[in-house]
């Protein structure tokens, strides 16, 4: 599978964006979708991600409450949906899959995810 994220833009504090990852490939709808982010200096980190039948899904602490991952399988497509954003939000954003073929749970490690696709830039003001 093959993932490409878009969306990402300049906001202002407590506005929103919606992000989307498209993706290609046949096993598409048989993984999990994360999305993860990356801020200058800092490591990657798990944002949410969305079990392969959307049944299911994981947050990070940080934006729970205030971010939303959805996916549509029909449309090879998953979603994150962010509102109240916070200056501390600034970073790359980035999808991958899960390695695994339909993972009962959901795993936050970013080292579980692969079909890294290009990120998109999120930038917050204050």
Known sequence: VQLQAFGGGLVQAGGSLRLSCAASGRTFDNVATGWFRQAPGKEREFVAAIKWS?????????????????????????????????????????????RVYRRYLLDPNPSEYDSWGQGTLVTVSS
Do not use: H, W
């Open 54 to 98: 959307g049944g299911r899904t994981s947050y990070a602490d940080s934006v729970k409450g205030r971010f939303t991952i959805s996916r549509d399988n029909a449309k090879s497509a998953v979603y994150l949906q962010m509102n109240s954003l916070k200056p501390e939000d600034t970073a790359v954003y980035y999808c991958a899959a899960d």
